[in-house]
């Protein structure tokens, strides 16, 4: 029985050493070695990187993604609730709308985000629009700054919130919220006494789904945000192409994931309940 | 005594089919009222008609006089213990039980809730989850839950089926009691004809949405008016057009000579033993089935022994063949 499980885990386990762990070991020693001049590393070995991280300019960059990133997981649980709720209301339709929320999966990530682009520049759609209705005469400054990116993250991984919220609302049993009526609440009461507490760990779930990728996010603040919006995604990427220094890029890397795992070891251990 | 509830001409359609038609009750104060019927008879369609949890398609509900169907759940003064209970599962014990107090604010509040807690016997539970509650337990806190708020009407939708089959029987005489105690009209919602001819002090038997027959326990054992009812509230036999109920029917190995008596000569077909009697199946020369029921002392019948089925005329049911 012993051998048979460690043969069923190898694959996984391999693949995981093989393309996780090892490149983590690389960039861990990376972070610590000295920069080339024309990219790489090379000895000797010094802490320099690290030290650079705790600079406020980066530090401040770091900061401005934590308020992106928890933004963005704010307005998708708004967006999110409503969503999910009317979906686990909604009886046998409920498949149609589930694929409806994940048909934007069938398309790639970043022609999703070009399309935002037609949209939201100067000569986009909704400009031109509005100006041949006469109501702007100037086109409104929609792209490239910190609302796009907003708009862009949140376009991109609300699915992330709707689904697990989904799970938690559809497996509530709907005599709760009758019996909440029954015993006096409004709906709008039944709805933050009983619906709301009692879909916590769907909300936590969709938004430690939703908050993780947005804080590394490159793709989104790069296009939407056109390089004015540094965030650490663009920081760390800056640091392998144009700047060419690969120790700190690797710091920075480490550095964040540790961040994201200490917040979700607090979680972890803050309730006993499952994590996701 | 006045009517606390009253339905005039209640009915609830649903595309494919009628849940309820046209269904009029009138519920006295302080009542224990059963709603008995198989699944799909309407029963729990009307108590979520009452309740408000659904709108009626016609009909209107009189809770002391006023009229109910176009309030919403929170404003009508009947409350519900659910069949799985309902209770929220992320508050305690005593939270679940003042919840609805904050909606009816009273000065005595505190006090009617630790009444409650000691009338259900939750004592030393107050600061538990329902999660770690026996089956029991989970009742009686759905019971204080309700009762604690004093409506004019308690609804019951089959309490006593999540719990295990020896623990009903002692509930059930608990629920009694209870009702006794509050003086709160009972509405009790159940598909088990025992439960209802035990506790109640009015049936209303459904059947198809419709009601099939409405009196007190005696009223529809002994007297039911189709035989449908009669099926329903017992064990019965059909013999050339009328029914006598096994308890009813007694067996012998002579054809008895006393008057008033009905007897067929039948062969013993088979013996079932139930603990506190024997249940003896006899076949006529017509091919009719009918069960006796035997004292353990007295059954000396064996299989294919020739005997006397009879019964007392009065103890006949006559009803309407539906």
Redesign the interface.
Known sequence: MRRLRLLFLFPTASILLLLFAVPLGILLVYACMTRGAYGGTMPPFTGESWLRVLDPLYLGIVGRSFLVAGISTLICVVLGFPLALFISRSGPRKNLYLSLVMLPFWTSFLVRTYAWMFLLRDTGLINTALQSLGLIREPLPLLYNWWAVILGLVYGYLPFMVLPLFSTLERLDPALMEAAGDLGARPSQSLLRVLLPLSAPGIRAGAILVFIPCLGAYLTPDLLGGGRTILIGTLIQNQFSNSRDWPFGSAISLALMALVMVMLWIQVRRKGEPLL | MGHVLELRGLSKHFPNHVALDDLSLEISEGEFFSLLGPSGCGKTTTLRLI???EAPTSGEILLRGKPQAAL???QRK???V???Y?????LTVQQNIE??L???PRPDAKESVRECIEMMRLDGKQDRKPAQLSGGEKQRVALA??LV?RPDVLLLDEPLSALDPNLRKQVRTELKALQRRVGITFIFITHDQEEALSVSDRIALLYKGRLEQLGTPRDLYLAPRTRFAAGFLGPVNWVNGFGIRPESTRLSLHAPQETGLQSIPGTVQELMFLGNCLHVETRTADGQTIVAEVAREECTYERGQAVHAFWSRHDEIRCDPS
């Open positions: 309740a408000g949890f919403p759940p929170h009947v409350s519900t659910f069949q799985n309902a209770l929220f599962p992320h919840f609805g904050r909606y009816h839950r309700s708020l």
